[in-house]
């Protein structure tokens, strides 16, 4: 399954991937077949992705990379500088996919019309193919439909997994074509143990973390797990061959109970 951007269904977190350690889990990982890597301006990896890519000798076009726009640089002539100083630090062009990190920092609302028109202009002259946001609502994602027209927000990227399915929000974007990425899709590791994701993965000879990848993955949505352990990558890599039925689905979905683990005080409301 894949999505009309042809974005990698299954990504790399680099969310701790830092020093020589994270490019070696990189490097492990494009070995391995991974090729998205999700990188951001707050988690200092941009250039270990790069280092990574370079070391790797894939072709820059054969692996997908998404970088995020912090809160201080979501600002009228902020935004563009800072995207050419993460290329710069990466090492490319151009990045795949350029994310808003999120619409909100301990300070308040940050200025949705500046940004995300900055953002298009980065678009237009070429730093970024593709441009999305991260931890919207539907109200923000409204919000940015009417500032830059329907069809402009390629990707949206939150919070996803069997504990926090967060349907309403999957259901709304695949809706307006905008492709979904799901981050913590492993609920940070805590996907052993529960009875019902333990019994599929049994089933299919599985792991049940790989169960929770391949649930998503059923969906059409993209997952980006990190590990800095080399089987562990290698193991979350293989997810990619499951294939659930339709009663596993609904069963996984069941033990869905909203248990949010990204939620600062200064979250926006979700839905
Ligand atoms: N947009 C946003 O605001 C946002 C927020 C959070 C994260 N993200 C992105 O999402 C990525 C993933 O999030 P995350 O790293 O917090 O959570 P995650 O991928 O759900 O879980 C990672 C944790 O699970 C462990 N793990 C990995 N594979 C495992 C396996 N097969 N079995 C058992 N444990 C396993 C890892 O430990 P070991 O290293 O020891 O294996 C690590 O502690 C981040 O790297 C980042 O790129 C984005």
């Known amino acids: 399954m894949t999505n009309k951007y042809n974005i990698p269904q299954m990504g790399f977190g680099t969310f701790g991937r830092t020093g020589p350690e994270g490019i ?10 991974y090729r998205h890597l999700d990188t951001a ?6 250039y270990e992705c790069g280092e990574a890519l370079r070391r790797s000798g894939l072709p820059r076009a054969e692996v997908f990379v998404t970088t995020k726009i912090t809160g201080v640089n979501c600002a009228r002539s902020r935004l563009l500088p800072s995207l050419m100083k993460s290329c710069e630090t990466l090492g490319v062009d151009r990045v795949d996919l350029t994310l808003i990190h999120w619409p909100v920092t301990p300070g308040g609302r940050l200025d949705m019309p500046a940004y995300l028109t900055e953002l298009a202009e980065a678009q237009a002259r070429g730093l ?15 919000e940015a439909k009417t500032i830059l027209g329907p069809g402009r927000i390629a990707n949206h990227q939150f919070e996803r997994h069997p504990f926090l399915t967060n ?7 695949l809706y307006n074509g905008i492709s979904v990425t799901c981050y913590l899709p492993l609920a940070r590791g805590v996907c052993a143990g ?17 169960i929770a990848l391949a649930f998503s993955l059923a969906q059409g949505l993209i997952v980006i797990p990190t590990s800095g352990n080399l089987e562990r990558i290698a193991e979350n890599f ?16 069941a033990r869905n109970n909203n248990a949010r683990q990204i939620n600062p005080g200064w979250s926006p409301k979700w839905d």
């Not at 301006?41 to 941009?46: A, I, K």
């Not at 529960?194 to 790989?210: F, G, L, N, S």
């Open 24 to 33: 070696a889990a990189l490097q492990f990982a494009l070995e391995t077949g």
């Open 41 to 46: 301006q707050s988690y200092d990896t941009e």
């Open 128 to 142: 970024t193919r593709l441009i999305g946001v991260s931890n919207f609502t539907i109200a923000d994602l409204e």
């Open 167 to 173: 349907q309403k929000l999957v259901n709304y974007c």
């Open 194 to 210: 529960d009875p019902v994701i333990e019994a599929v993965a049994k089933r299919h000879v599985a792991t049940p973390h790989q």
């Open 238 to 253: 293989a997810a990619r061959d499951i294939r659930l039925s339709t009663e596993e689905i609904a069963a996984i979905a």
